[in-house]
Antibody
């Protein structure tokens, strides 16, 4: 059974960098066939797809966030990560990681990140 | 970017009733549309992929239809656990986008 778990600071100061990690169990992220995605949900709002990283390391980021987003893989730990720079209060959200097989079939439980001084 | 709109925003029904949710795309997404269910405090759960295919473990009361720009999620007879928010999402092009959601609540 594939499981994903997000981890990282729950509070980030404005202008700093948000860093989250998703640990995958039950599947190897270095096997082909899947994208590994990040999605966020602002409080009380809908879902926003942030981007993905493929097992090869190739990435695609939502153009609305592209200038501030970096994703990476750590295959030795079976993890993938998200960095979002220059955060503001508008980046306060629940952040989810998910396995992406053209549709998001396995999700992490989500982690709440608040941007505040 | 393809914009998805969902209607209605809220659907108030009683258990046992039939729910019909709509998702419309700003341009054709072929059959590349998925539906997700989200309950408070939980991550979304995949219900339907590629317009009409039920995901693993999803009950038969959930069905999807449509192609091109117009799609429908039908819940044939609402169970108490079905009251939730439902999102559609396309995979036709990048960036993938989600609809704003339809909340199904108890009448």
């Amino acid at each position: 059974q594939v499981q994903l778990q997000e981890s990282g600071p729950g509070l980030v100061k404005p202008s700093q960098t948000l860093s989250l990690t998703c640990t995958v169990s039950g599947a190897s992220i270095s096997r082909g066939g899947y994208y590994w995605s990040w999605i966020r949900q602002h409080p009380g709002k809908g879902l926003e797809w942030i981007g993905y990283i493929f097992y090869s390391g190739s990435t695609y980021y939502n153009p609305s966030l592209k200038s501030r987003v970096t994703m990476s893989l750590d295959t030795s730990k079976n993890q993938f990560s998200l960095k979002l720079t220059s955060v503001t209060a508008a980046d306060t959200a629940v952040y989810y990681c998910a396995r992406d097989y053209d549709f998001l079939d396995v999700w992490g439980q989500g982690t709440t990140v608040t941007v505040s001084s | 970017e393809i914009v998805l709109t969902q209607s209605p925003a809220t659907l108030s029904l009683s258990p046992g009733e039939r729910a019909t949710l709509s998702c419309r795309a700003s341009q054709s997404v072929s059959s590349y549309l998925a539906w997700y269910q989200q309950k408070p405090g939980q991550a979304p759960r995949l219900l339907i992929y590629d317009a009409s295919n039920r995901a693993t473990g999803i009950p038969a009361r959930f069905s999807g239809s449509g192609s091109g720009t117009d799609f429908t999620l039908t819940i044939s007879s609402l169970e108490p656990e079905d009251f939730a928010v439902y999102y559609c999402q396309h995979r036709s092009s990048w960036p993938r986008t989600f609809g704003p959601g339809t909340k199904v609540d108890v009448k």
